[in-house]
Structure formats: structure tokens, C-alpha cells
């Protein structure tokens, strides 16, 4: 009976350890697409600078 109980709490042991292996996966990736994300918004967002800073302002003429 206790080799029993311990064999199944190796299998709910083994479940989870699949489970959070598998969460920490989707984390990974969320977070890499988050990041990619933040570098995309940056990047336009200096582009957009730039574009400012070249195109001729009204206040100028």
C-alpha cells in the first residue's frame, strides 16, 4: 500500500514538474515576444524622431 501511495505521488510529482516545464516555455516566449515588441516600439519611435527633427517645421518659414 505505501509503495502504491508513493508511486502515485511520483506521478503527481512527475505531472507537475511536465506542467511547469511547460509553463516556463510560454513565459519565456511571452517575454521574448514582449521584448521584441518593446525594441519594435523604440525603434519607430526613434524613427519618428528622426523624421521630425528632418522634415522642414512650419515655425521656420
Known sequence: Q???ELAK?????T???NQLSAMEAKIEALLEQAENNQRS???AESQQNLDAKDSPSSSSA
Open 9 to 13: 505521488g511520483e506521478r503527481t510529482a
Open 41 to 43: 516600439v523604440e525603434k
Open 2 to 4: 505505501a509503495f502504491q
Open 15 to 17: 505531472a507537475l514538474e
